[in-house]
């Protein structure tokens, strides 16, 4: 049964709304009532679980390192936290970002600001790389930072389940149902109205839709400039066997990781001319993997020359067109609209962070353990993006 009233409201169950409904009542034991509302209880389409599951550190904004530190931790400590036998498979392979001479530069200084901040990358020039990496071409590489420890790849089913089993056995409840409108009494959000026609009157309402987010904070009379963009991953089998492979990201963003005895793979997108993802569309598209994906992953990876293509699928996820950085924080004349929006392909890596800071926010009105102010809302009103140089 939906719950007339609320104290806390979050509209999303999946990564990000569920480490928030976590984090609220089982780490910070928020005593009032939370109701997590989720449109397809199955999430066979969400964002989280049709991602690619991985997890690094090698961004160029401190804040975005911070973030993926504190997820580490949690993923290092997930019996301390959920109980024995607490697992998401976490594979900590690392990642190889490469770099043609023209971006060797900025591979550099986002590595001077990792190593600031405690991250334990590698910087390797061709030589180094070739060592390594036999299997791999330095041919036009110049350099190449790998993550040797805090970085890999992980079950996305799982991590999810984790947050939500145990967020629903502290009293979170959880309510399916698609919200059509939300009511505002002048500078606050009275309550949300669910397409079965029931009225959920709330607190405080957390926004984490991932990528519906900016349809519904326009619900709320908000601008918020994320929208769902499709991606595609390809699942691959290669002859060759390739050792100690990490998640390796070419200069022109194409990735590939192991998985099990296959690799998946993806990236190529021309974010430039792309448009809104329909929301039913979420077929593949195989002319990006034959046209630009393996003929890429050919040139890093000799041996990739041959690949059987196994299966593939396509996600939706989260795009913030403004700065592709996260929104996290209150919207500043509608101070019980809380943002955990626009991740841009981060969200689940970035959820167990966000879902702490969201819920501290609802707490005690501030940033704690991470302050992440600098990805408020207030930036989009200011036209002050965040520019993160290692978007993936």
């Known amino acids: 049964m939906t719950p007339p009233s609320s104290d806390v409201a979050i509209i999303g169950g999946a990564a990000i709304g569920s480490a928030v409904a976590y984090f609220l ?16 209880p199955s999430y066979a389409r969400s964002a989280t679980t049709l991602s690619a599951a991985s997890i ?35 594979r900590e392979g690392g990642y190889l970002l490469l770099a043609s001479e023209a971006g060797e530069e900025t591979l550099r200084r986002n590595w001077e600001v990792q190593r600031a901040e405690g991250a334990d990358i590698a910087l390797l020039g061709p030589a180094g790389l070739a060592e390594r990496f036999p299997w791999l071409s330095v041919a036009g590489i110049a350099a ?74 326009e619900m709320a009379g908000v601008a918020l400039p994320v929208e769902p963009r499709k991606r595609s991953v390809f699942v691959v089998r290669c002859r060759t066997p390739l050792p100690g492979m990490p998640l390796l990201v070419d200069p022109g963003g194409i990735y590939v990781r192991p998985e099990g005895d296959v690799f998946i793979c993806g990236g190529g997108e021309d ?33 990739m020359e041959e690949l059987k293509l196994v299966r593939a699928w396509a996600g939706h996820y989260d795009y913030n067109a403004f700065d592709q950085n996260a929104v996290i924080g209150p919207h500043p004349r509608i101070p019980n609209f809380i943002f955990a929006n626009g991740f841009s392909g981060h969200g689940l890596q970035q959820a167990p962070a966000a879902g702490r800071a969201v819920a501290e926010l609802i707490m005690s009105g501030r940033f704690q353990t991470l302050d992440l102010s600098a990805f408020g809302y207030e930036r989009i009103l200011e036209n002050r993006p965040v520019h993160e140089l290692n978007v993936i």
Not at 62 to 86: Q, T
Request: proline share 3%.
């Open 56 to 90: 690094r550190q090698q961004f160029s904004t401190p804040e975005n390192i911070r973030m993926s530190r504190f997820g580490i931790e949690v993923f290092r400590e997930l019996e301390d936290r959920f109980g024995r036998g607490a697992d998401i498979g976490f």
């Open 144 to 217: 190449g930072a790998f993550g040797r420890t805090g970085e890999g790849w992980f079950d996305a089913h799982s991590l999810l389940n984790l947050f939500r089993k145990a967020a629903r056995a502290a009293g979170a409840v959880y309510v399916t149902g698609a919200v059509t409108s939300i009511e505002r009494e002048g500078g606050r959000i009275a309550s949300v109205r669910l397409a079965s026609g029931e009225r959920i009157a709330c607190g405080t309402l957390v926004n984490a839709a991932g990528p519906q987010a900016g349809d519904v904070a």
């Open 25 to 40: 009542k089982v780490e910070l034991g928020h005593s009032g009532s939370v109701t997590v509302v989720e449109r397809d």
């Open 271 to 303: 974010e430039v001319g792309e448009a809104r993802a329909a929301d039913g569309d979420f077929d593949v598209d195989y002319t990006l993997f034959e046209e630009v994906v393996w003929p890429a992953l050919a040139i890093e990876v000799p041996a």
